[in-house]
């Protein structure tokens, strides 16, 4: 037998124990598949201007999104209406390729009439959810390109005394299309106290106005220790208080991402500073939790509404609308009876001076 013939019997030995198939090795090849299709994932971000959105992105994956933005001023803020930005960026680690989409909302917030501020934010969402929809339901469905909102970072002030009626009617508004995640900005205003206090507060007014935020799934019984415990913490730590900077500063001998201070110096990546870390963590490692989330609940409850719809885009016609059709057909109904009643009392009137003519 030839060395060649040799290696190709080789190649179909059973090397395993008798009674072995071999589909134990199906999750490495869907792993291999997953590496070279890559991934994609769409993160949005809300919030009013000044609170660090875009240090905080840029932080987070230790890229610049935003080279050119030019921040207005406040004469141009008092008509700003709410514009979306969608910025997308390969990024690549280690093999593993991830098509991160950010969605900013420049404008949220900044108008003196902020009441219908966040209608286009929620167009938003449901055009994508129709995008994803009409993609689906094609002839070619290899190459679907998931645009969808997969998860939302809703910034909160740190200097008020928790959620304002704006925050509240926002995430009540777009809670059933988007998983939730609260973070309170600027945590290094506040101190220690200060800052359990204010979650506090905020976790109370969450339940209080019934708003349903991204919850983190319970580890497996199966799992390390170690995992079991870092959900514990990431849960306990919800909202997230946290500090973004793309500065590097030199603290205890070391280069660190931070901010420095008269009285010191805060660390970006220090979890005894900040949440950023965890909240960072959290988005990696619930990721794909993050996109099932998308896809079995919020993408299936719009599917299934355009289903009842007949496929038919946009609400339904409501009651109030057909109420004010049918007061609009009496209002003109009442005209015309007015308009008949004022001829019939002219021609009265008309035939009673010609009998009066004729009797003298």
Partial sequence: MSQADKMKQGQFNNPETPGYVGFANLPNQVHRKSVKKGFEFTLMVVGE??????TLINSLFLTDLYPERIIPGAAEKIERTVQIE?????????????????????GYGDAINSQDCFSTIISYIDDQFERYL???????????????VHCCFYFISPLGHGLKPLDVQFMK??????????????ADTLTLRERERLKRRVLDEIDEHGIKIYHLPDAESDEDEDFKEQTRILKASIPFAVVGSNQQI????????????PWGVVEVENPEHND????RIMLITHMQDLQEVTQDLHYENFRSDRLK?????GPEPEETDKDMILQEKEAELRRMQEMIAKMQLQMQKQGDGEGDGQHV
Avoid at 49 to 54: A, D, P, V
Avoid at 276 to 279: I, R, T
């Fill in 86 to 106: 969608a910025s997308t960026v390969e990024i690549e680690e280690r093999g593993v390729k991830l098509r991160l989409t950010v969605v900013d909302t420049p």
């Fill in 134 to 148: 009409h993609d689906e339901s094609g002839l070619n469905r290899r190459h679907i390109v998931d645009n969808r």
């Fill in 173 to 186: 508004a777009i809670h059933n299309k988007v998983n939730v995640v609260p973070v309170i900005a600027k």
């Fill in 309 to 313: 719809r007949g496929g038919r885009k």
């Fill in 276 to 279: 950023f870390l965890k909240l």
């Fill in 49 to 54: 201007s000044g609170l660090g959105k875009s």
């Fill in 250 to 261: 030199e603290a205890k001998g070391k280069k660190v991402r931070g901010r420095l201070y």
